[in-house]
């Protein structure tokens, strides 16, 4: 007889590579002793029971059974073709209707020969058993998540054991440069990810930065020195689905000897999300929009009528033309938002060009007057400290920090002391750190003023201008649904509309 072979293990762990191992050599001799030809051997490695998703080598097994390739599937137990009573009855009648039979070897019974109901019970006893085990991992999850437990990977981090992490100084370097970009520069979390792909910087997994994952560092309390766990648990252990504990059953652990930014820089950048979530995403319509500097006006220009930020369109014929309009209508059309006037975007540089040109008056002295306060800060920048000095200061502030780590483990200090000592130390470390980082290769003088006269020059006329440069002098541009295009300078006022 024509037979083929099912076996599955849930978890990739080297013990259960084992046990495969083992129900692999189990089939092969099971059918030389009966004198069956086994037709092709199907295993699944680190597959939940509970649903048939990702189960590749049993879906294949499924479609081999509707071309006729073999008679039976021999299976060890129930619980390995499945957990979930639904998939098993499913799977069994499916395999019934192509005329394959199914033999469970430990309970020595097959689909042909059983009646329905008993196999049902021995399905549902499966999947209780499934419950059982959720259950006491979610109540083992929750011990530990009261103790501390840390994850298996983390950004930033080292694990050492279960509940102790050590910074990894590399990744630490790139945390701090992520605060501030978004706190310093003004990026978002798309910009951020690009320019750490440029450098060439990998997240813990070794693949590229995305915005999601800069933004979990930022919203991270743990590079503050504050961990949280038991966020999040499974509601249906059959389906997977995670749902959000209330912060109220959150469990805080102060770890102070953990931060890598300091407390004060985590909230600043927790209050900058949270004002530009508000700012850039009105109404409940627009939960997800979110600060963006991808292109020059972006989130810059706002509707009147319904407070939502304009989006970037692109036409092309004979030839190319850039525009905005309001998002709300260009989604849903009039029926809400009636604002259906467009920007285009070279004719408001030009516009804003010819604004800045009238109120600087002579063009040379501002560019030398930028020059000198230009060459001020650099050379300001470069007086900051040497090289050497600040690498004693660094290891001598580390030093510090493992000396109060050691005077608490031996009660020679309280964790209030702790906490209080180790965070003014942090303080003074991210300092260092920012001083310490190179300042950009000083070029031939001449040279050097040279190409930043043709970026100021280029900037008057707003010629290659990025949405950081614009922000540097526009709060926003405002819309209204009868054309007026309104220009809000930072701490000028409007500009006259057209």
């Not at 900037?459 to 405002?478: A, G, P, W």
Request: charged share 30%; net charge positive.
């Amino acid at each position: 007889m024509r037979i083929a072979a099912y076996c599955r293990v849930s978890t990739e762990k080297e013990e259960q590579q084992d046990s495969l191992k083992h129900q692999k050599q189990f089939f092969q001799e099971y059918a030389q002793k009966y004198g069956h030809t086994l037709v092709r051997l199907y295993a699944d490695e680190g597959i939940s029971g509970t649903s048939l998703k990702k189960r590749d080598q049993f879906l294949r097994l499924m479609e081999d059974a509707r071309k006729g390739l073999f008679e039976t599937v021999v299976v060890k137990d129930v619980s390995r073709l499945a957990r979930n009573t639904v998939d098993f009855l499913q799977s069994i009648r499916t395999l019934k209707s192509c005329g394959v039979n199914t033999l469970f070897i430990t309970a020595n019974m097959d689909t042909l020969g059983e009646s329905e109901f008993v196999l049902t019970l021995f399905g549902a006893m499966a999947q209780e058993e499934s419950a059982n085990l959720s259950r006491r991992v979610k109540f083992g999850k929750k011990l530990n998540a009261q103790k501390g437990r840390v994850p298996q990977r983390i950004f930033g981090y080292d694990r050492v054991d279960n509940f102790n992490l050590a910074v990894n100084p590399e990744e630490a370097q790139t945390v701090r440069q992520i605060f501030r970009l978004y706190l310093e520069e003004g990026l978002g979390c798309r910009a951020i990810s690009l320019q750490l792909n440029a450098q060439g910087a990998k997240t813990k997994f070794g693949c590229d930065w995305d915005p999601r994952g800069v933004r979990r560092i930022l919203t991270n309390s743990i590079y503050c020195g504050r961990y949280v766990n038991n966020k999040y648990e499974i509601q249906d252990y059959l389906t997977g689905k995670q749902i959000r504990i209330p912060e109220e059953q959150h469990y805080h652990h102060p770890r102070p000897q953990w931060a890598i930014v300091t407390p004060e820089e985590f909230d600043a950048a927790q209050e900058l999300m949270a004002r530009r979530r508000t700012q850039y995403g009105p109404g409940e319509s627009f939960q997800q929009a979110r600060y963006s500097t991808r292109h020059v006006f972006s989130t810059l220009i706002r509707c009147e009528s319904c407070g939502q930020s304009f989006c970037r369109k692109q036409y092309t014929y004979a030839n190319t033309r850039v525009y905005w309009k309001c998002r709300t209508n260009d989604q849903y059309t009039s029926r809400r938002c009636g604002n259906g006037v467009t920007v285009d975007e070279r004719e408001l540089l030009d516009q804003l060009g010819a604004y800045l040109a009238s109120r600087i008056g002579d063009r040379d002295v501002f560019v030398e007057n930028a020059l000198t306060a230009l060459e001020r800060r650099c050379t300001a920048r470069e007086g900051q400290g040497d090289v050497t000095t600040l690498a004693r200061e660094k290891k001598r502030l580390l030093g510090k920090r493992e000396r109060l780590q050691e005077m608490y483990v031996n009660d020679v200090i309280t964790l209030e002391e702790l906490k209080e000592k180790t965070a003014a130390l942090t303080a003074q470390l991210s300092k260092l750190e920012a001083r310490a980082s190179p300042p950009p290769a000083r070029r031939d003088a001449a040279a050097l003023r040279e190409t930043y006269t043709r970026r100021i020059l280029a900037f008057l006329v707003m010629e290659d201008v990025t949405n950081l440069d614009l922000r540097q002098i526009v709060e926003r541009v405002s819309v209204s649904q009868e054309g007026v295009v309104t220009v809000f300078l930072r701490d000028v006022g409007a500009s006259p509309a057209y």
